[in-house]
C-alpha cells in the first residue's frame, strides 16, 4: 500500500498484490461487477478501475454507477508525498454523509484503522441495500 499527498489530493493506493483481498474486504461486487478497487482517495471515495483499465472515484457507501466520476491515477513510480498524521488511518464520518451525517461537524468525524473501515464501509451499505430494497423504500 502506498498512501500520502499527490499535489492537492490524498491517496491511499493499494499494491496490485493487495487488490483482490480489498475487493473482498470492501464487497465492492455487490455495487460494482466488473470494477475493482485499487485504493482511497481523501477517505471519503473509493478508486476503482474497470475491466478496460479506466479510473473512477465513488463513494465508500453506496458505491454506485450513476456516481462514477473519471480519475487519473498517479503512475506507480510517481511519488507520494508521505504525511505522517495519516499513515494507517482512515477518516470516517461516524454518521456518513449519504445519510444526513455532516461532514463538516467535527463531532461526526473519528479516524479509524483500514480493517475498521471496511467493517464500517460494509455495514452502512448493508443499511443503503436493505432501506432501498425494503418494501417501504418504495
Same mark, same amino acid.
Given at each position: 500500500?502506498?498512501?500520502?499527498?499527490?499535489?492537492?489530493?490524498?491517496?491511499?493506493?493499494?499494491? =496490485?498484490? =493487495?487488490?483482490?483481498?480489498? &475487493?473482498?474486504?470492501?464487497?465492492?461486487?455487490?455495487?460494482?461487477?466488473?470494477? %475493482?478497487?485499487?485504493?482511497? #482517495?481523501?477517505?471519503?471515495?473509493?478508486?476503482?478501475?474497470?475491466?478496460?483499465?479506466?479510473?473512477?472515484?465513488?463513494?465508500?457507501?453506496?458505491?454506485?454507477?450513476?456516481?462514477?466520476?473519471?480519475?487519473?491515477?498517479?503512475?506507480? &513510480? %510517481?511519488?507520494?508525498?508521505?504525511? +505522517?498524521?495519516? %499513515?494507517?488511518?482512515?477518516?470516517?464520518?461516524?454518521?456518513? +454523509?449519504?445519510?444526513?451525517?455532516?461532514?463538516?461537524? %467535527?463531532? &461526526?468525524?473519528? #479516524? +479509524?484503522?483500514?480493517?475498521?473501515?471496511?467493517?464500517?464501509?460494509?455495514?452502512? &451499505?448493508?443499511?443503503?441495500?436493505?432501506?432501498?430494497?425494503?418494501?417501504?423504500?418504495?
Amino acid at each position: 500500500m502506498r498512501e500520502g499527498w499527490r499535489k492537492d489530493d490524498y491517496l491511499i493506493l493499494f499494491e =496490485e498484490s =493487495e487488490i483482490d483481498a480489498a &475487493n473482498v474486504r470492501y464487497a465492492i461486487s455487490q455495487f460494482l461487477p466488473g470494477y %475493482e478497487i485499487v485504493g482511497l #482517495w481523501f477517505w471519503d471515495d473509493f478508486l476503482v478501475r474497470d475491466s478496460s483499465g479506466r479510473t473512477y472515484t465513488v463513494p465508500t457507501v453506496a458505491p454506485l454507477s450513476r456516481y462514477l466520476e473519471p480519475f487519473a491515477p498517479p503512475q506507480s &513510480n %510517481e511519488p507520494l508525498e508521505t504525511d +505522517v498524521r495519516f %499513515e494507517g488511518k482512515v477518516k470516517w464520518y461516524v454518521k456518513p +454523509v449519504m445519510f444526513s451525517g455532516s461532514p463538516t461537524d %467535527e463531532a &461526526n468525524v473519528t #479516524w +479509524v484503522d483500514h480493517a475498521t473501515h471496511a467493517e464500517l464501509v460494509r455495514w452502512w &451499505n448493508n443499511v443503503y441495500l436493505n432501506s432501498t430494497c425494503s418494501p417501504q423504500a418504495h
